[in-house]
């Protein structure tokens, strides 16, 4: 294994990739050391805490921001609304695109209609940040609703430096979504991916500090908070969990493929049988990014309500049951828009008539189906079950943190860290970027970090 990683250095092009991905990620990671100029950071990181601590909505939709978005909001650097805004705006066009026609028309017309969605969805998210900072200042401005904490400096409070903070944590954004862009073309991964698994490995430390720092301090009792069959439990979960994910994720249904038989002259030719494989998780980690996405509208939007007309009760409940990620309505909203963005996924990524007539095109059938109609249909109800399977195996990951936080009295955060969502989204685009190094040594006639062969 060593050899083989050590051969990646040797390939010019491949290190280049890398040292490139690697320095960008550096850029994205220095971001978050600079703060906003006119902030009270010593007020911003005591309001944050306490908002976390007394379990506020507020401070739970910072909390799954900063999991989900490569971002550090509760510090309001530069960097602060993180990649959010581009998903967002990524969101919006993949949903407007099987539902507006003249999208639609521009996702049929291969590369240059892409490049053309894409042109659509920066200016998109160019809107969404002016939107989104600008309430977030304001937010500042107002202490989030507590007159305790002065979170702008004195003299700074108007509308003026409310512009520049605005068009700061805009830049900011634009520029990670430059990196990510950079890192697509000229470096190795997806570049979004990378920064989101920059962002969660970077709170990992500060997560396993929280959860075993306690046994450095109190010492390990068997029977309590910090005892060792806890921890012992914890690390089993943990262990268990990334071989379920790695399983799940690199799992597939092989359809058999039987190719014809050609005769020419006196060879022939074909006649061979092969396999198609589907994958289980066709849609990846993205039904869990658009999931949380969307369900932290509600959220802050029944908690500022709730503020609003306090003497409405069933706006009080309405933010309850959404806020903080552990109770039933939101559980089973976050379910139910996984399984939503699976299919709809999966829809757009996979395409059984195209399938079948490629098969059609090269000779190749599907032992008892005949070619096209009958195939298309047969691929599409094979895909139909495995994404019902793969959705599931995405909603139970994203509901352990839940069981696991109300079950043994762990944060929800690091939970989310080390049990869950976090896990996946890290073990995932680990994954890829392997797999696509690999293909690099491959087509250089080198073996890959996969094979078993040394």
């Known amino acids: 294994m060593l050899s083989k990683f050590l051969t990646i250095f040797k390939i010019p092009e491949l290190r280049g990739k890398i040292f490139l991905t690697m320095a960008l990620l550096a850029v994205y990671r220095m971001g978050f050391s600079i703060p906003l100029p006119f902030l009270n950071q010593k007020g ?46 990524s969101i919006i066009f993949q949903l407007l695109g099987s539902v507006y026609p003249p999208l639609e028309r521009l996702q049929k017309e291969g590369e240059s209609g ?63 979504m430059w990196i990510g862009e950079q890192i697509d073309a000229y470096g190795i991964g997806n570049g979004i991916s990378l920064l989101i698994m920059a962002g969660i490995l970077a709170r990992m430390p500060s997560a396993a500090g929280t959860l075993f720092g306690p046994a450095f301090t109190k010492g390990v009792r068997i029977g309590t908070d910090t005892g060792i069959e806890r921890y012992l439990l914890l690390t089993a979960m943990f262990i268990g969990v990334i071989v379920w994910v790695i399983m799940i994720t690199q799992g597939q249904r092989r359809i058999p493929i039987q190719s014809a038989k050609h005769v020419r002259g006196r060879r022939t030719f074909g006649g061979q049988r092969q396999h198609l494989p589907l994958r289980v998780n066709q849609a990846g980690v993205m039904p869990i990014i658009f999931a949380s996405s969307l369900l932290m509208f509600p959220m802050f939007l029944f908690q500022q309500l709730s503020q609003i007309w306090q003497e409405q009760a069933w706006l009080s409940q309405l933010s309850n ?45 599907i032992p008892g189906y005949r070619p096209g109609g009958r195939t298309a249909a047969y691929l599409e109800q094979v895909m139909v079950r495995i994404t019902y399977v793969g959705a599931a195996f995405l909603a139970l990951i994203a509901v352990i943190p839940t069981i696991i936080a109300a079950s043994m009295d762990i944060p929800f955060l690091i939970a989310s860290f080390y049990g869950g969502t976090g896990t996946l989204i890290v073990v995932s685009v680990c994954l890829d970027l392997v797999q696509k190094i690999d293909s690099h040594l491959i087509m250089r006639n080198h073996p890959g970090l996969l094979d078993s062969d040394s």
Not at 72 to 83: C, K
Not at 118 to 131: F, S
Not at 141 to 169: K, R
Request: aromatic share 16%; with cysteine; net charge neutral.
């Open 321 to 365: 049951m959404f806020g903080g990620g552990r109770g039933f309505v939101y559980n089973m909203s976050y379910v139910g828009l996984i399984y939503f963005f699976c299919y709809f996924w999966t829809a757009i990524t996979f395409n059984p008539k195209d399938m079948a007539e490629n098969l059609k095109d090269y000779g190749s059938f």
């Open 114 to 176: 892409r490049r053309k969605i894409n042109e659509y969805t920066r200016y998109a998210t160019v809107l969404i940040c002016l939107g989104q900072s600008y309430f977030w200042i304001r937010a500042l401005s107002g202490g989030f609703g507590s007159d305790q904490y002065a979170l702008i400096l004195p003299g700074y409070d108007n509308f003026y430096c409310h512009l520049i903070g605005t068009v700061t944590m805009t830049a900011g954004t634009i520029l990670l």
């Open 44 to 89: 911003m990181a005591d309001r944050v805490e306490d908002l976390t601590k007394s379990g506020d909505t507020l401070g739970q939709v910072m909390q799954i921001v900063s999991l989900f978005s490569a971002s550090n909001i509760g510090n309001s650097t530069i960097f602060g609304l993180g990649i959010m805004p581009y998903i967002s705006a």
